[in-house]
């Protein structure tokens, strides 16, 4: 299994992103793949996502009606736009999946027992 998450850079305030996470080795139907995020000096934290068997997206009340995720099952890819960007988005930005994880887990980092390497997102005031 591999994830492989691009699209960071160094943005202005109110710019906008869109990364990429490509993924191999999984399902769709049988893997769920979501964003995380880690900011400086702080735990990983989970950005947004869906169950591999729901069709809820969930956001983090930090990002709900600004970051969207999107996905293109035939190409194997997630998504993450990120619209009106604020400084307090800076962090390395991880897509990660599992195969087995249930609901009441989603935002929880260590139930995905698979990570990208992870793409730095920037945001100067």
């Known amino acids: 299994v591999q994830l492989q998450a691009s699209g960071g850079g160094l943005v202005q305030a109110g710019d906008s992103l869109r990364l990429s996470c490509v993924y191999s080795?999984?399902?769709?139907?049988?893997?769920?793949v979501n964003w995380f995020r880690q900011a400086p000096g702080k735990e990983r934290e989970f950005v947004g996502g869906r169950h591999r068997s729901g069709s809820t997206t969930y956001y983090a009340d930090s990002v709900k009606g600004r970051f969207t995720i999107s996905r293109d099952n035939a190409k194997n890819t997630v998504y993450l736009q990120m619209n009106s960007l604020r400084p307090e988005d800076t962090a390395v930005y991880y897509c990660a999946a599992s195969r087995t994880l249930i609901l009441s887990q989603l935002g929880v980092p260590s139930s995905y027992a698979y990570w990208g390497q992870g793409t730095q997102v920037t945001v100067s005031s």
């Open positions: 080795g999984l399902a769709f139907t049988s893997a769920t």
